[in-house]
């Protein structure tokens, strides 16, 4: 499955970037988000609960940035673990750039899931992760207390 989108940030990418990495706002901006701490200097562990629609189990995870060049882009790599519902697993490519009103975010990322959660089917997954990524930016500006505007795909 693959998600992504363009969000223009009315902010400086300075404060863009100081945002994606502080986890008060990304606890602000996770929907289900109940636990979300730096374990090393590119590692965060994280517990979200996550609404499936039917089903809403607890995930604790663990993510990696890498290919980071600070205040432009990293790739963020991930693996959570749902219980009995299996695993689900991503990585998603985060690009910040200046733009003539702010900073223009570029996120693409791709995303698979197994065991009891594909049971669930495939396009109600997909819905409801593009649904998160959507509300993700939204909360996220409004925890830094600024305007986003969804531009959608390129």
């Not at 809403?56 to 600070?70: C, K, N």
């Not at 519902?85 to 995303?111: N, P």
């Amino acid at each position: 499955m693959q998600f992504g989108g363009r969000y223009l940030f009315f902010a400086p990418r300075s404060a863009v970037w100081a945002a994606l990495n502080n986890t008060e706002v990304l606890k602000a901006a996770i929907p289900g988000c109940q636990r979300i701490d730096w374990a090393g200097d590119n590692a965060l562990e994280l517990e979200i609960k996550v609404n499936l629609g039917i089903a809403q189990p607890v995930f604790s995870g663990d993510l990696t940035l890498s290919h980071v060049v600070p205040a432009h882009r990293y790739t963020l790599s991930g693996r959570g673990r749902g219980g009995v519902l299996g695993m689900a697993q991503g990585a998603a490519h985060v690009v910040i750039e200046d733009a003539e009103d702010g900073t223009m975010l570029h996120f693409t990322a791709t995303g698979g899931a197994d065991g009891g959660i594909m049971k669930l089917g495939q396009a109600l997954v997909g819905k409801s992760a593009q649904k998160v990524i959507d509300g993700f930016f939204t909360r996220f500006g409004d925890a830094m207390g600024v305007e986003v505007t969804a531009l959608g795909v390129e």
